[in-house]
């Protein structure tokens, strides 16, 4: 099955830096989303992504969807301590109904970020 | 606008014993549902999912079930728990395929915390 790799696994920063994580597959993926996780709760939506070449932001965060549809980067500028938290890239190989919607999941970026 | 339950939010259960969570959500119809357990905070892992009522799909093999009584409401079940069943367990929801909403986006709930003694 597809598998994503997401690095780095983990990220120690001083507040006010910009952060950059991503993903890559061996496999083309149509769909790239980035979750936030806080401890002890569900994952968050971020960012979704559904073209190749794709550059979308929100807010402090921006994230893009690669021209070879195999990878995605998501980019935080100006960190906050309430930044911390894992950050999970997840993907679907086939669009629309017919994979069900399953969401391949990469293994997360742990960040923390030191007032 | 769409909300997702799970209950309970925490649970502690012995070694064979049964399990019963509970995920609902409101605000929509026919929505695909999602169950995906987390280990030690990494990784989510699809246990089940499912496209309509009585309808599931099993991703791996293991000591769990689920079922789909009604549109929007989802159950995992266990009749005999094991220690390697301890984890963090996920619902997710997301829409049906609509032609003019691309993509597979999902939402999760708040989780259940599993633990088994």
């Known amino acids: 099955g597809q598998q994503l790799n997401q690095s780095p696994q983990s990220m120690f920063i001083q507040e006010g830096e910009d952060v950059s994580m991503n993903c890559t597959s061996s496999s083309i993926f149509n769909t790239w989303l980035w979750y936030k996780q806080d401890p002890g709760e569900g994952p968050v939506l971020l960012i979704a992504?559904?073209?190749?070449?794709e550059l979308t932001s929100n807010g402090r965060l921006t994230a893009q969807f690669g021209i070879t549809r195999k990878d995605s980067f998501l980019n935080i500028s100006a960190s906050i301590p309430s930044d911390v938290g894992i950050y999970f890239c997840a993907g679907t190989a086939n669009a629309g109904g017919t994979s069900y919607g399953k969401l391949t999941f990469g293994q997360g970026t742990i960040l923390t970020v030191h007032p | 606008s769409q909300t997702i339950h799970q209950w309970p939010a925490t649970l502690v259960q012995p070694v064979g014993s049964p399990l019963s969570l509970e995920c609902t959500v409101e605000g929509t119809s026919n929505p695909n549902l999602y169950w995906y357990r987390q280990a030690a905070g990494r990784g989510l892992q699809l246990l089940f999912y499912s496209v309509g009522i009585g309808q599931i799909s099993s991703e791996v093999p293991q000591n769990l079930s689920a079922s789909r009584p009604q549109d929007r409401q989802f159950i995992l079940s266990s009749k005999k728990l094991l220690l390697s069943d301890s984890g963090f367990y996920l619902c997710a929801w997301k829409v049906r395929y609509l032609p003019e909403s691309p993509g597979d986006t999902q939402y999760f709930g708040p989780g259940t915390r599993l633990t088994v003694l």
């Open positions: 992504l559904y073209k190749a070449g």
